[in-house]
């Protein structure tokens, strides 16, 4: 069976710093990879997607990137982190060209508080 | 850009009651599906839907697709305790690999 891990669980990051949330992704090959992120008591708004290694798509202009270093890996990163970056990140995946394949299915989710 | 509205925007229930919610879209959508999420969790997918007028169970949970393929419905039937938390609903387009999402239906237990 498939499984998504994210981490860390939690972070407390000054102002300017950088940031690296990872996810990975076990018992599936060549999954479509999603970060959203998620302000308090809101909706998820889509920040990136990747449909292969190296392959990025950016759907909102921030001070955040994203990358894709092996097929089951997906890396959220920032140089400085802003106030307005804390929130609760998630990732997904689905199968992509799979029957079902725009079911997405969500990890444990990163709390990040920049201070 | 495509936008999708979720009413209600929260909820009380009584235990043993049925409630329900829905989703509208300004556009079309081939695939809708429904999330919930507990406090400090990522979404569980609940129900996938991708045919118009599509109506699909899973245990005390009923959704449909909406035959204009511009809405969608879920409803809870007998609820307990455990129902508490957020509702979203999620649509495709007709091309792409991306979800939008509906802002959440809150489900609270009353007081």
């Known amino acids: 069976s498939q499984t998504i891990h994210q981490w860390p669980a939690t972070l407390v990051q000054p102002v300017g710093s950088p940031l690296s949330l990872e996810c990975t992704v076990e018992?599936?090959?060549?999954?479509?990879l999603y970060w959203y992120r998620q302000a308090a008591g809101r909706g998820l708004q889509l920040l990136f997607y990747?449909?292969?290694?190296?392959?990025i798509s950016s759907e909102v202009p921030q001070n955040l990137s994203a990358s894709r270093p092996q097929d089951r890996q997906f890396i959220l990163s920032s140089k400085k982190l802003l106030l307005s970056d804390s929130g609760f990140y998630l990732c997904?995946?689905?199968?992509?060209?799979?029957?079902?394949?725009?079911?997405?299915?969500f990890g444990p989710g990163t709390r990040l508080t920049v201070t | 850009g495509q936008q999708l509205n979720q009413s209600p925007q929260s909820m009380f229930i009584q235990e043993g009651e049925d409630v329900s919610m829905n989703c509208t879209s300004s556009s079309i959508f081939n695939t809708w599906l429904w999330y919930k999420q507990d406090p400090g969790e990522g979404p569980v997918l609940l129900i996938a839907l991708y045919k118009a007028g599509e109506l699909t169970s899973n245990g005390r949970l009923t959704a449909q697709f909406g035959i204009t393929r511009k809405d969608s419905f879920l409803n809870i039937s007998a609820s307990i305790p455990s129902d508490v938390g957020i509702y979203f609903c999620?649509?495709?387009?007709?091309?792409?690999?991306?979800?939008?999402f509906g802002g959440g239906t809150r489900v609270l237990v009353k007081p």
């Open positions: 990747s449909v292969g290694i190296g392959q």
């Open positions: 997904a995946w689905n199968p992509g060209g799979a029957h079902r394949a725009h079911e997405q299915y």
């Open positions: 018992g599936t090959s060549n999954p479509n």
């Open positions: 999620a649509g495709r387009e007709a091309a792409g690999n991306k979800l939008t």
